[in-house]
């Protein structure tokens, strides 16, 4: 073998063992999120949204609708859907609507120097939307 | 120490310090995992931006971390890794996206994502343009020093950008030892960029050379000779490199890799072959004697002294090949060596085979066979003819040939081709030595 098929060989048997050592990190890494919305089952399967024998509350809807169009699960979960960096799961245990609210309209004010953007650019129909959405995410 | 000892506990040291970050997750106070590929995803993010990091480490130029496998190989390794990085990097993100696709939006409009993940994206493209840039220097005609100046600075934005990510975002790091081997990782990167881009000029501009002779050779080549300036110089082993900065301050970055092709001497002079080849080589032929010159150096391993009990040595040079092996041929008359050698090379024309009177002057002083190989010859050429053939070897090179060692220099595919041969007639691969030196 020549000296740069040996470098070659070296180097992408590295990569290749990294990714596997970081596999085998994530399967003893703690188990994924096990947490989840029993009341919001339509979030894992869409499909229930439309089941007419269990009619989900419109403005619940409409608030799963907000949820999505900002894109929340860039850094939100629920349900295990979306980023486990701060689940959501049982939001609704720990925090009042009102807190809710601010959390999403001006979180400084809640907990001043958070890293979390404001979304003050959504109108009070689609915060309250939002909202009932969350206020629905309890422990079961 | 045998190369290959030390390539395995270097290997193993690499793969540990890649690894580390992850690795501590295990053991230091973390979140909840986040499910199977998303801890797959986080991991490859980790492990990606200390082989970035390692990255810097690798090219630069560690004489004596370098020295038992030669620094040529350990270029060869950055440039293979960087492949096997930006598949892992990669991997990051697009898993990610295919376990949740709302996530896309983030990637494809990097305006309207948060900041910390907006760094990351930059932070990938700058690595595909660094790759790109790097693969295909000659298609798009970059210039080696624009391409050598802006490969440093996209490499630390890169990194910033990553390193910015993953404070940013700054899952999995909450952790005070995770925190601090990240902090440690970082200001590694730092010394070493400080090292290479400020310490090592600095050291190099108080050890000054100067030029003393540029005189013509045959096929457009130059000799070049540099005298150290109130020092010593340093010493090498025939067939070593330097690399040289010509009329530039040593911090600017102009300098260029080349074979040492004089012999070691006392005085410290050092001389190289050049062949003009359209960039700063085509300069050579202009600098006027006297003008200052740092040379960074030796490197390499492509030596004969590293196997002084070969029974003879041959030399297979294709082009400018030459230059590494007129240093080993020039030492070895000096010493007034006794063992057979032989020198092939591979040639267009006559009048283009550099060092033509020399090879011929050493093959008098010491028991020498010189065989040009040339593609067209003249017409009164009884020499041989084409390309250096498996044939040709078998027929020149004498019954004890397992017990020589051969030199390898020359363009990649008469490498290969040489090294395809030379294991046709059953040498053994250890004794079979190549320098890599087209290296971007």
Same mark, same amino acid.
């Given at each position: 073998? #020549?000296? !740069? ?7 992408? #048997? ?8 970081? =596999?085998?990190?994530?399967? =003893? #890494?703690? *188990? ?21 024998? $269990? ?37 609704? $245990? ?11 309209? &001006? ?20 915060? !309250?939307?939002?909202?009932? /959405? ?7 | 120490? #045998? ?23 295990? =053991? ?17 993010? /980790? ?42 990097? %990669? ?69 910033? /950008? ?54 013509? +050779? ?5 000799? %070049? ?38 012999? *070691?001497?006392?005085?410290?002079? %050092?001389?190289?072959? @050049? ?16 003008? =200052? ?14 196997? *002084? !009990? ?33 020198? /092939? ?8 085979? *550099? ?52 030199? @390898? ?25 190549? +320098?890599?030196? &087209?290296?971007?």
């Amino acid at each position: 073998m #020549n000296r !740069e098929t040996a470098a070659a060989v070296t180097a992408l #048997n590295s990569g290749l063992l990294i990714f596997l050592a970081v =596999v085998l990190f994530a399967l =003893v #890494n703690h *188990p994924g999120p096990t947490a989840t919305a029993a009341a919001a089952p339509w979030v894992a399967e869409p499909a229930l949204l439309d089941d007419p024998d $269990d009619p989900v509350d419109p403005q619940v809807e409409r608030g799963w609708g907000v949820y999505q169009a900002e894109r929340c699960s860039a850094c939100h979960s629920v349900a295990g859907q979306g980023s486990p960096r701060y689940p959501l799961d049982g939001v609704a $245990d720990r925090l009042s609507a009102q807190e809710l609210r601010l959390w999403v309209v &001006d979180p400084q004010e809640i907990r001043p120097g958070v890293r979390k953007r404001p979304y003050d650019h959504l109108s009070e129909e689609e915060v !309250e939307a939002l909202v009932a /959405f969350l206020e629905i995410l309890v422990e079961p | 120490m #045998n190369p290959l000892v030390s390539g395995a506990i270097w290997l193993s040291f690499y793969l540990g310090i890649v690894l580390a970050p992850v690795a501590l997750l295990l =053991v230091a106070p973390t979140p909840p995992g986040g499910g199977f590929w998303w801890d797959v995803s986080m991991g490859l993010g /980790f492990a990606g931006l200390t082989m970035m990091a390692v990255q810097f480490v690798l090219t630069a130029r560690f004489k004596r971390a370098t020295a038992p496998f030669g620094i040529d190989v350990i270029y060869a390794f950055h440039r293979y890794l960087a492949y096997a990085l930006l598949a892992i990097i %990669l991997l990051h993100p697009l898993i990610l996206v295919l376990r949740d696709p709302a996530q896309l939006s983030a990637i494809i409009t990097p305006w309207d994502a948060p900041l910390e993940v907006s760094a990351g994206t930059a932070s990938l493209f700058l690595l595909l343009v660094i790759v790109g840039a790097s693969v295909f220097r000659k298609p798009l005609r970059i210039p080696y020093e624009a391409w050598r100046a802006t490969h440093l600075f996209l490499s630390i934005g890169a990194i910033g /950008f990553a390193f910015y990510h993953l404070w940013g975002v700054s899952y999995y790091t909450e952790a005070s030892a995770v925190r601090g081997l990240w902090v440690l990782i970082g200001f590694s990167i730092g010394a070493v960029v400080f090292y290479v881009r400020l310490l090592r000029p600095w050291r190099l501009l108080h050890k000054p050379f100067r030029v003393v002779d540029v005189r013509p +050779e045959l096929a457009d080549c130059w000799t %070049l000779a540099v005298e150290p300036v109130g020092h010593e110089g340093f010493l090498y082993e025939p067939g070593q490199f330097a690399w040289l900065t010509v009329d530039r301050s040593p911090f600017f970055m102009q300098e260029h890799p080349f074979s040492i092709a004089s012999s *070691p001497h006392p005085s410290g002079r %050092l001389e190289f072959v @050049i062949k003009e080849l359209g960039d700063f080589t085509s300069t050579v032929g202009q600098i006027p004697p006297g003008t =200052v010159a740092y040379a960074d150096g030796p490197y390499g391993s492509f030596s004969m002294d590293r196997h *002084p !009990e070969a029974a003879g040595y041959v030399f297979l040079a294709g082009g400018i090949g030459i230059a590494p092996m007129i240093s080993m041929l020039r030492t070895l008359a000096e010493r007034e060596d006794e063992r057979p050698h032989l020198v /092939f090379t591979g040639h267009s024309k006559w009048d283009r085979v *550099p060092l033509r009177e020399e090879l011929s002057d050493l093959s008098e002083r010491i028991d020498l066979q010189v065989i040009h190989v040339l593609e067209e010859p003249p017409d009164d050429w009884d020499g041989e003819e084409g390309w250096i053939t498996a044939e040709m070897l078998d027929r020149y090179l004498p019954p004890e040939r397992h017990e020589f060692h051969y030199f @390898i220099c020359g363009p990649v595919p008469m490498i290969r081709a040489m090294e395809t041969f030379l294991k046709e007639l059953e040498v053994a691969p250890g004794h079979v030595h190549t +320098e890599l030196f &087209d290296m971007v």
